[in-house]
Nanobody
Framework: QVQLVEAGGGLVQAGGSLRLSCKALGSIFRINDFNWYRQPPGKQRELVAAIARNGSTNYVDSVKGRFTITRERNTVVLQMNNLKPEDTAVYYC???????????WGQGTQVTVTV
């Protein structure tokens, strides 16, 4: 079993920065990749950034050049710079169990960007 505990988020003006962190507890050897998803109000959840065990990363086009995902041991960080109002969403940390394909999710953290 793996538990994902998120921290960070909050309210910021457009152009500002926020840092989200996700700490994995438990059997972290079961996890290869970590992801950050977000769900804006009234919209579907979307994949924002991903980092593999080997350190390779991927980003959705809308955040490229502004967001950076990093991983150190069992903590994954999403650094968000130059935030825009359209980045407003609940952000979720995610990891898939490589042994049984079960998806683990963090509790979600609200990010609100004002004009």
């Amino acid at each position: 079993q793996v538990q994902l505990v998120e921290a960070g988020g909050g309210l910021v003006q457009a152009g500002g920065s926020l840092r989200l962190s996700c700490k994995a507890l438990g059997s972290i050897f079961r996890i290869n990749d970590f992801n950050w998803y977000r769900q804006p109000p009234g919209k579907q959840r979307e994949l924002v950034a991903a980092i593999a065990r080997n350190g390779s990363t991927n980003y959705v086009d809308s955040v490229k050049g502004r967001f950076t995902i990093t991983r150190e041991r069992n903590t994954v960080v999403l650094q968000m710079n130059n935030l825009k109002p359209e980045d407003t969403a609940v952000y979720y940390c995610n990891a898939r169990d490589r042994l049984n394909s079960y998806d683990y999710w963090g509790q979600g953290t609200q990010v609100t960007v004002t004009v």
